[in-house]
Structures are given as C-alpha cells and as structure tokens.
C-alpha cells in the first residue's frame, strides 16, 4: 500500500504552482506573459526573443529569474513583483483538499520558486490559508531556485526540515532530484508521465493521492 511507505513521514514539502492547484486553473499562464512583459522591458527585446530567452533561462539556471541575475545582474525583488501580479479570482478551492492536508501528521511547509507573499494569496484563493507552518519563497533561498540542492538546504535547515522524515510535492521532475538525492520522499503531481530513480510515486490528483494516506 501506499500509505506504508509514509508511515515513517512526519515533515510535508509542498510546492505551489501547478502542485496546489490544478494547471487548468491557468495561473502559470499569466506568470509567463508577465515574465515575458519583464524580459523584454528590462533587456529592450522583442517579444520573441523574450520568450526565447525566458525557456532558455529557465533550462539552464532552473528559473528566468535566475538567468536574468546571472547574465543581466537584474534585482529580482521588482521582478516577482511585477510577475507575481496575476488575477486570482477565477480560482476556487478543491473540496476536500484543505482537509486531506490538515490531516496530515507533523509539520506542513510550502516552498515555491515564486514569492511568499504571491504564495499567500494563492493559498488564500484556494482555502487553504491556516494549514500551513511555514510559508518559503525564492527569497529565503537567497534567491536560488530549485532544482539547485544548496536551494533546498538553506530552505530546509532554516526550517528545521529532516529528509529522512519529509515527503516532497512537486510538479517539475527536475525539482524532485535533489529531495530525493538528500532521503525524502518523492511526489510528482503532473500528468504527463516521468520515469526516473528520484521519484517514489506519480499522481495526477493531489487531494486523491493524499486519500491513498488516510
């Protein structure tokens, strides 16, 4: 049973977009179109180069944000401000899912790429505001993203997070590699399927696969 491989699982790393709520609520859309508004006032390129630029940076430095300070030296406070400035109101909470996770045993974080204060109001959106211990963005990794492992660390020791005792949700197979290198528990929600060593299991349906756990 599923349920038998977290018995010993007393820590809960979720990720955010696209983790927490479903991709056809469209969210991530807007953060791209944002992010490729950003790319091209910043640098003075045109759309199609922005977009160029902003997969290419994400490929090879894990996030546009991360490519942007490295090879442009951008501040990235303006910029997740500006990305993270996205409509929420067609966004509505999954019954059932603010149960499933208040649920679970020991203690529950979020970690995400994006800001803190845009994953508060995501979690607000979705009714999931309270269930949460801690809330962890970009920022609190010094503004290295996943899939960097030192990200990780300097989130996971600031919060206390044991490996050996944690489960990770993610949407991004690449950001499963480096919990799973440290002994967590790997989760991808995505539903396209992914084979690899560094990810324990697959759903398509975060609140069902939390039902596998009850």
């Known amino acids: 049973m599923v349920k038998d491989a977290f018995t010993e699982v007393s820590q809960w790393v979720f990720d955010l977009d696209n983790t927490l709520y479903p991709p056809q609520m469209g969210l991530f859309d807007q953060i791209e179109i944002k992010m490729t508004e950003y790319v091209m006032a910043e640098l003075g390129v045109s759309q199609v180069e922005a977009d160029r630029l902003r997969s290419k940076y994400w490929r090879e430095h894990g996030t546009t944000l991360a490519?942007?300070?490295?090879?442009?030296?951008i501040d990235p406070n303006p910029y997740l401000v500006a990305v993270h400035d996205?409509?929420?109101?067609?966004?509505t909470p999954t019954p059932g899912l603010a149960e499933r996770i208040r649920a679970l045993p020991g203690r529950r974080i979020v970690y995400t790429n994006g800001s803190a204060p845009y994953a508060e109001r995501v979690l607000a959106a979705r009714g999931l505001?309270?269930?949460f211990d801690a809330i962890y963005g970009v920022e609190h990794a010094g503004f290295r993203p996943k899939p960097e492992r030192a990200a990780f660390e300097q989130v996971f020791d600031r919060d206390g997070i044991m490996p050996k005792r944690a489960a990770m949700f993610e949407d991004d197979p690449r950001n499963l590699a480096a919990p799973h290198a440290m002994g967590m528990r790997t989760i991808l929600v995505a539903p396209?399927?992914?084979?690899?060593?560094?990810?324990?299991?697959?759903?398509?349906?975060?609140?069902e696969f939390l039902d596998l756990l009850d």
């Open 67 to 73: 490519g942007l300070m490295r090879e442009h030296d």
């Open 86 to 91: 996205v409509d929420m109101t067609h966004m």
């Open 129 to 131: 505001s309270g269930l």
């Open 192 to 207: 396209e399927r992914h084979h690899g060593d560094h990810i324990h299991h697959q759903t398509v349906d975060l609140k």
